[in-house]
């Protein structure tokens, strides 16, 4: 079977790389195809596994919006003929509605949702269309000329983004990033759900909450005790119990278990304090002291300045970078985020 994807535009590549990370630690296996931004396309996926891959997919994805199931492929010049041959009852349940998103298209949604929906009324008996609180969606994803209609079967709530934002949390301390971004981060460490994660400049805690949530065992450790309270007291707060928090400089961290992931957002001296040395300085230090913290087959996901070259530090520590993603946070700061394991 075919699942399409609608995915958040914030992005270019990140919604892309954080479905591919779930899929390749999660073993789901199919062919991914990128339509276009927001688009992507899966098949050749065993029906016998669905219902597992909609709990993974639900419980993990920050950028995907929208899964569905893939009916039927067909262009502006086929839609009445191709819509007309699919055998609708075995779909829809009593009611339905019709909806159609654009993707560099410039078809009139409203008109094309009108002729799917008449076309499905003159196929199906006992169905009845309701625009407010259908039994089943039909989504239809006009890209170009193109439409990929479809039947929507996850539609992942959002509301955690919103009510995790930093200045909800009852511990916030300016800094932390936007839970969502967190969230990506921790799915391209690859990290499955009852495996143990670090992250060593916890700050507040926004990195943890994300990777509770998912299901993972986390540690945070930070210099400064009153972030290390903070973090312990928003993860009660977000229901999760799993946790240790340490009060350390991440140059003298020693862990008693090895970890399988370390996910971790490091000072650089701008808005967040590096306690006393140099941005660039500290993240060696830090890379130098994880190594040995991590598994050998452990992913490190970090963001950094874009005015730090990570590449020869990661180099010499013994690791390597496998992705890195820029994001343009104003006009003189651009966030790097890497996604590095051991060589
Ligand atoms: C950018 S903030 C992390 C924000 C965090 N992701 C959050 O959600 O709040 C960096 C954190 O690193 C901590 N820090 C600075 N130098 C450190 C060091 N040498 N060892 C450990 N933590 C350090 C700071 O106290 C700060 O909380």
């Known amino acids: 079977m075919e699942l399409l994807f609608i995915q958040s535009q914030e992005h270019p590549l990140l919604p892309q790389a954080e479905l591919k990370a779930v899929m390749e630690c999660e073993n789901i296996e199919a062919n991914l195809e990128i339509i276009t931004e927001g688009l992507v396309l899966l098949s050749d996926i065993s029906k016998e596994n669905i219902c597992d891959y909609y709990k993974i997919l639900t419980k993990r994805l920050g950028y995907t919006h929208e899964v569905h199931e893939l009916i039927l492929k067909t262009n502006v010049y086929d839609f009445d003929k191709d819509m007309g041959s699919v055998d609708w009852s075995e779909y829809i349940d009593e009611s339905f509605a019709v909806r159609v998103k654009r993707f560099h298209s410039v078809i009139d949604t409203v008109g094309y949702e009108r002729q799917a929906g008449t076309v499905i009324l003159e196929n199906c008996d006992n169905i009845k269309v309701n625009l407010t609180k259908p039994k089943t969606l039909i989504r239809i994803a006009a890209f170009e000329n193109e439409f990929y209609v479809a039947i929507e079967r996850i539609k992942l709530n959002k509301k955690h983004f919103e009510d995790s934002k930093p200045h909800k949390r009852p511990f916030f301390y300016p800094g932390s990033m936007s839970p969502k971004l967190a969230r990506c981060m921790v799915n391209l460490s690859r990290v499955k759900e009852g495996d143990l994660l670090l992250d060593p400049f916890c700050g507040t805690g926004g990195i943890l909450i994300e990777a509770g949530l998912i299901g993972c065992k986390v540690l945070g450790s930070d210099i400064f005790w009153k972030m290390k309270n903070g973090t312990a007291i928003n993860l009660e707060h977000y229901g999760i119990t799993d946790y240790r928090t340490f009060n350390l400089d991440v140059r003298e961290l020693k862990m008693y278990e090895k970890v399988a992931a370390v996910v971790t957002d490091p000072p650089y001296g701008i808005s967040t304090t590096t306690g006393d040395v140099d941005g660039g300085e500290i993240i060696k230090e830090f890379l130098e002291s994880i190594y040995d913290n991590m598994k050998d ?31 343009k946070m104003h006009r003189s700061l651009t966030r790097i985020i890497s996604v590095i394991r051991k060589k």
């Open 297 to 327: 087959d452990a992913y490190l996901c970090m963001a950094s300045p874009h005015f730090i070259d990570l590449n020869p530090m990661v180099d010499e520590v013994g690791f390597e970078i496998v992705e890195q993603y820029g994001i």
